[in-house]
């Protein structure tokens, strides 16, 4: 397989491999012309499909952890007919080179106890690769890091997404538009709570400082309902529906 990385010259014209196109591709591209000065890089598979890999110096994610000298990675995604050829151990070589090259301490990623959950990368997978158990949250979200020096001091979680909790009532969603699908599902979560007599509050995420003190442990997505942390999975408009039929019906 070959693969191409994103660049602030070529974006434009490339696709990200997400599901998502149109309006909610063109905000992902946003986010990511405004961190590529920051290092974000993006590596894709030439071949069109879920198969890519997003990573961005610690210090710059839009994470409320604690990772400088790491490198952190956003997203490592491999679906589809792209699943069992070796891709994800493509990608994940090509962060370890960089890594590598910026004598960076190692990579760290989010992930889940145990068993795989939307929207993180598979627990079972990263320990066969090397990564080991860095931080957990209350919320079963975990922090793995995969050390290059045998002194890497591990990253962690601020203390906000060790223990995820607001004091806000109702249903809050936190988002960014790192993630397409927040684009595309957040609107329509908003419309069909109004046609339901549902309150929620949006709250559009827009730059890292605040992505950094998030009160949970996930970067793009967090929906809580009477200061509980409900989900980091981006929600549809019917699965939201039935999650706030469950609590206040």
Same mark, same amino acid.
């Given at each position: 397989m070959e693969y191409i990385k994103i660049t602030e010259e070529n974006i434009d014209k490339e696709h990200i491999c997400c599901a998502m196109s149109g309006k909610q591709s063109l905000a992902k591209k946003e986010w990511?012309?405004?961190?590529f000065q920051?290092?974000?890089?993006?590596?894709?598979?030439l071949e069109r499909g879920k198969c890519f890999i997003e990573y961005?110096?610690?210090?710059?994610?839009?994470?409320p952890i604690e990772a400088e000298g790491y490198l952190f990675i956003n997203?490592?995604?491999?679906?589809g007919s792209m699943k069992g050829h070796g891709y994800s151990n493509d990608l994940l070589d090509q962060c370890i080179r960089d890594a590598r090259e910026q004598n960076r301490k190692g990579l760290c990623i989010l992930s889940s106890v145990k068993r795989k959950k939307e929207f993180?990368?598979?627990?079972?997978?990263l320990a066969y690769k090397g990564f080991l158990p860095a931080d957990e949250s209350d919320c079963g979200i975990n922090?793995?890091?995969l050390p290059l020096s045998p002194d890497a001091e591990p990253p962690k979680f601020k203390e906000a997404a060790r223990h995820p909790h607001t004091e806000e009532e109702g249903f809050v969603i936190y988002y960014t538009d790192q993630c397409p699908f927040t684009c595309y599902w957040v609107p329509r &979560?908003?419309? @069909?709570?109004?046609?339901?007599?549902?309150? &929620?509050?949006? @709250?559009?995420i827009t730059d890292k400082e605040t992505a950094r003190t998030l009160p949970a442990p996930v970067l793009n997505y967090a929906l809580f309902y009477n200061g509980e942390f409900i989900t980091h999975a981006i929600q549809s408009d019917?699965?939201?529906?039935?999650?706030?039929m469950e609590r206040t019906y």
């Open positions: 990511m012309k405004q961190r920051e290092g974000l890089v993006f590596y894709r598979s961005i110096p610690g210090e710059h994610a839009w994470a997203c490592l995604w491999i679906a993180l990368s598979d627990p079972k997978y922090l793995l890091y &979560v908003v419309q @069909v709570a109004k046609e339901n007599g549902i309150t &929620v509050k949006t @709250v559009h019917k699965k939201f529906l039935k999650i706030a």
